[in-house]
T-cell receptor, first 115, second 116 residues
Framework: AQSVTQLGSHVSVSEGALVLLRCNYS??????LFWYVQYPNQGLQLLLK??????LVKGINGFEAEFKKSETSFHLTKPSAHMSDAAEYFC?????????????FGTGTRLTIIP | ETGVTQTPRHLVMGMTNKKSLKCEQH?????MYWYKQSAKKPLELMFV???????ENNSVPSRFSPECPNSSHLFLHLHTLQPEDSALYLC???????????????FGPGTRLTVL
């Protein structure tokens, strides 16, 4: 079984400030981990994913996430927030090669950027 | 068109209506998915099709009926829905459904459904 917990359903940061969105997971096997972003009135867009290898993963729009096995975390960061980053962000976990239907999503974090 | 498209983008229907949601993927993928997104809840997987064969049905009520005529198209037929079925319905596709390292799901923009 696997699960995802996203701490903070709403996060507000000032434009230019660090963005940190938290994600903790549980999985009985080494996981694949994902961050998706959903802009208003749009579907989910893949930001980045971790499968194997380097634990620091870089994604689109300047985002990155680090897989920390010891902390069972996969937090999403961006050094400097931009107004266009305002969206909802979803962390997800899957069990590799167990089928895509095993992709489990968190409840999402809505990011607000303060001008 | 590229990616995953969904029509209509918005739908309002009464409880006695019959309507259909359409999804089309232009990525050459073999697997397609229907998800339900409700406020404050994680995405709920409803159906999975692989090579036009249904492989997963997560205890979805029979008032939702999927159809996958080919690997590029997926439909969700709706009838006698309830107000609690109001949600954003997302379609996704992936190369396969194995969940392997390259097997990422790509999502459409969704259909916002309101049941009166």
């Amino acid at each position: 079984a696997q699960s995802v917990t996203q701490l903070g359903s709403h996060v507000s940061v000032s434009e230019g400030a660090l963005v940190l969105l938290r994600c903790n997971y549980s999985s009985s096997v080494p996981p694949y981990l994902f961050w998706y972003v959903q802009y208003p009135n749009q579907g989910l867009q893949l930001l980045l994913k971790y499968t194997t290898g380097a634990t620091l993963v870089k994604g689109i729009n300047g985002f990155e996430a680090e897989f920390k096995k010891s902390e069972t975390s996969f937090h999403l960061t961006k050094p400097s927030a931009h107004m266009s980053d305002a969206a909802e962000y979803f962390c997800a976990v899957s069990a590799p090669n167990f089928g895509n239907e095993k992709l489990t999503f968190g409840t999402g974090t809505r990011l607000t950027i303060i001008p | 068109e590229t990616g995953v498209t969904q029509t209509p983008r918005h739908l309002v229907m009464g409880m006695t209506n019959k309507k259909s949601l359409k999804c089309e993927q232009h990525l050459g993928h073999n697997a397609m998915y229907w998800y339900k997104q409700s406020a404050k809840k994680p995405l709920e997987l409803m159906f999975v099709y692989s090579l036009e064969e249904r492989v997963e049905n997560n205890s979805v009520p029979s008032r939702f009926s999927p159809e996958c005529p080919n690997s590029s198209h997926l439909f969700l037929h709706l009838h006698t829905l309830q107000p609690e079925d109001s949600a954003l319905y997302l379609c996704a596709s992936s190369q396969d459904r194995t969940g392997g390292v390259t097997d990422t799901q790509y999502f459409g923009p969704g259909t916002r459904l309101t049941v009166l």
